[in-house]
C-alpha cells in the first residue's frame, strides 16, 4: 500500500498579499497576472512602495499539497525554507494542514522566499518573487522511501528557476517510475514556460512527466501558437494525460483521444485568483489519487479552484472535504 | 496647529490567526474572547496545536492608528518591536498605512510580539499573547515633539502588562496636558481591568485620563458590578468622556449628565470580531479630533467596527474614509 496519495516538490514560499490598482503595476513595471522574479534590492524597492499587506503561506505546489490534505487524502511536500520566522511560519502551516514536510531547513543565509502579491481591483494577481531559501533545493532534499511511496509526485514549473531544483526531479522521476508510480507537473507560468520550453516538452517525451497541468496561456506559450485548440491537441499528443484550465471557461482532460470539458463553478465576486490553478490541481491529484473518474476529477478541481478565488490567499481555511460532499461530487 | 489628529500607543503585535472550534479552547484552557498572556513555553505549545494560520499586524493601539490613518486622519504611533521579519512586516505596515511610525526597534531579544488568534465559528476570537520586545517599551521611547503636536494621545490599558510603559505613559500625560492636549486610553479587557483596577480608577480620577474608551464587560469589571447602567453612570462621574460599547447592542457616550446611545450597524455574517472595539475607537477619535459632533464620532466608531468584523483581522483593506461616505455619515 502506498503512504501518500500524492507527493508535491515546489518553491517553498510566504506569500505577503496587498491591495493595489492598476497604474501601480504599470508605475512598477509588473507583469500582471505572471509571475515576476525579483533579487533583493527590488525585493527591498517593492515592499516600500506595498501598501498593508497580510503574510500566508503559499507556493504553487506547497499551496496544492495543502489542498490535497484539506480534501483528506494524504499529501507530502519538499520544500527549501531558511531557520527564520518566515521559514518557521511555512512550516506550521502545512505542517497544520496535515502534510507530511520535513525538507531540513537551511541554516544560513539566503532567508525564507517570499512573493509579493498584488491584487487589483479585478481579482487578479500578479507576483513579485524573491526565491531566497528556495535556491538551495537539490538532490539532497529527496526522501527516497517518500518519493517511492506516493501514487503520484507532482512539482512546479518554476522549480525550473533554482540551479539545482531539476537534479532532484530526475531523481524523483526515476524512484517513482522504478516503483510504479506516476510523475506530474504544471507549467506554473507562461513567462516560465517560455524559459524553458525545450526542457518542458523533452519531459514530457521523454516519459519523464505523465500528468500535466497547464492553463490556456501556458499551453499557448508552450506550442507558441495562439490556438487554443491546436495547443491542447498537440499536449495530448505530447502527454498520457493533461488537464488544462480556462478560467471562467471551465477545464479541459485529454487522454489519448479523449477530450472532457468541465465546466468552472460560476463566481459572482472574485476577491483575489492566488492559488487558482494551484487548487484546480488539488482537486484533480485528490480525486486522480483515489481512483475517480477524470470528470470527477475535473469537477474537484473546478470546485476548490473557485472557492479559493473568493477569499484572500491561496490557503482555505474551510473543510474542501466538506465542501466536495455538500456540492455533490463525491 | 498640530502635527497629528491622534497619537496612539500600544504593544506593537502581530497577529497569528486561526480557526478552531469551542472545544479546543476549552481543552486547551484559553478563556474564550479575553487576552490571554503567555510565556515562550505556553507560545511553542499553542503553536504546534494551532491549525494554518494568517498573519497581519495587530496590537490593539496598532489598529487603532491604522484605522485612524484609513478614515484621512493623521496619526502616529509609539510601539516596541524588536529588529526581525515579524518587526520589519509590523513596521511596513503601519507606515504603508501613512501613521507616522519610528520607534527605535530593540536590536536584541526577545522577538517580535504576536498574538495567537482562535475564531471561533461564532466570530468571537480569543488571544494569546506573547509581549516579546514589548516589555522594553519605556520613557525613553516617547518621542516628546509628536506626543505635543497630536491633539489626542490614545493608549490601551494593556501596556501596564509590560513593567515600564506606565512610565512612557505618565510621561506623554505630563507632555501633553501642558500643550492643551487630552489623553485617552482603553480598558482594553475585563482581566487586565482586574489586574490594574485601583490605577485604571487612579488614572481618571486624577485626571490623567479625559477620555474613555471600554465595553460593558471591561466597565463592569472596573466597578465590580453587574448593573451596566450603574456602571456607566459611575464611569461619567469619573471621566470628563467616555465612550462604552455594547457588541451588538451599539454603544453609550457618556458626557457629565448628557448620555448619547449610538445603534450598532446590523451584520449578517460575524467573521471574525478581532479588532471591533480598536476601530470603533479609531472612527470615535477621527471624528473626535476633526471637530464632530460626539453622535458622529459614536456612528464612525459604529460603522468601522461593523466592517472590521466582516473580515479576517483587524487591519481593513478598504478606505475608511469612503465607506463614511458612503454611509452619508460625513
Redesign the interface.
Known sequence: MSQFDVLCIGNAIVD?I??CDETFLVDNTIIKGAMNLIDTDRAELL?SR????????GGSAGNTA?GIAGFGSRSAFFGKVAE???GK?FS???R??GVHFATKPLERTP?TARSMIFVTPDGERSMNTYLGACVELGPDDIEADVVANAKVTYFEGYLWDPPRAKEAIRLCAEIGHKNGREMSMTLSDPFCVSRYRAEFLELMRSGTIDIMFANSDEVKSLYQTDDFDAAVKLLGQDCKLAAVTRSEHGSVIIRGDERIEIEAIRVCDVVDTTGAGDLYAAGFLHGYANGRSLEVCGKLGSLAAALVIQQ??P?L?LSLADAAREAGII
Chains 1, 2 share one sequence.
Request: hydrophobic share 40%; glycine share 8%.
Open positions: 505577503i496587498a491591495r515592499y506595498m501598501g498593508p499587506a497580510i503574510e500566508t503561506s495543502a527564520d520566522q518566515l511560519i506550521h502551516d502545512i497544520a494542514q532567508p484572500i490567499g490557503r481555511q
